[in-house]
């Protein structure tokens, strides 16, 4: 009996919406930039993860992290490379974006 109780309330349960498909591209523009200095400064980003979380359901409200290793190339006055991980949060709001909102 429980069981079937456990089956009919899964098949009741709306099924979590999938994230819209340019959302990786939202998030990396949504980064902060990284200041470089060319030939002095070099930063860039290595290894990039994006995990999308859904905050409510029924609604387009996203947390994105983005986990990646931070590379910080220092050519001046000696040469220095550090790697560092890092992980920055995003929101998205994709049902404003289909209403056609900013």
């Not at 200041?35 to 409200?61: F, Q």
């Not at 290793?69 to 991980?85: D, N």
Request: charged share 20%; proline share 8%.
């Amino acid at each position: 009996m429980l069981t079937a109780v456990l089956l009919i309330a899964a098949q009741l349960a709306p099924l979590p919406a999938a994230p819209p498909a340019d959302a990786d591209a939202d998030v990396l523009r949504a980064l902060p930039k990284a200041a470089s200095v060319p030939g002095v400064l070099e930063v860039w980003r290595d290894d990039v993860v994006i995990v999308k979380n859904r905050l409510k359901a029924g609604e387009g409200h996203w947390e994105c992290v983005a986990y990646y290793t931070e590379t910080v190339q220092l050519a001046f006055p000696f040469p220095v490379q550090v790697k560092k991980s890092r992980a920055t949060a995003v929101y998205l709001d994709t049902q404003r974006a289909r209403l056609g909102g900013k």
